[in-house]
Nanobody, 115 residues
Framework: QVQLVESGGGLVQPGGSLRLSCATS????????MTWYRQTPGKERDLVAT???????KYSDSVKGRFTISRDNAKNTVYLQMNNLKPEDTAVYYC?????????WGQGTQVTVSS
């Protein structure tokens, strides 16, 4: 069973930065596009950013220019650098495979942006 372990969340003031990590046990990690998602209570999980196998990236309009997704295939890990954070970025952040998510989601990491 694939394990996805998100970390790096916390409480930060508006304008601050955080770096999220997602460590995976995916044996074929380098062959999978990976996505960060976020979810707030009562709402569906939204796509935030995707890094493809070739290193290309895609972002939601709400985070474009502020967030950067990257991957380290040697460590089976995907990262999300979040800068200029806003209160509306407050959510639980998850990672998973893009397009065809693994059935076992991680516990997520809480990001709270507040003064």
């Amino acid at each position: 069973q694939v394990q996805l372990v998100e970390s790096g969340g916390g409480l930060v003031q508006p304008g601050g930065s955080l770096r999220l990590s997602c460590a995976t046990s995916v044996f074929t990690f380098s062959y999978n596009p990976m996505t960060w998602y976020r979810q707030t209570p009562g709402k569906e999980r939204d796509l935030v950013a995707t890094v493809f196998v070739n290193g290309n990236t895609k972002y939601s309009d709400s985070v474009k220019g502020r967030f950067t997704i990257s991957r380290d295939n040697a460590k089976n890990t995907v990262y999300l650098q979040m800068n200029n954070l806003k209160p509306e970025d407050t959510a639980v952040y998850y990672c998973n495979r893009d397009g065809n998510p693994f059935p076992s989601w991680g516990q997520g990491t809480q990001v709270t942006v507040s003064s």
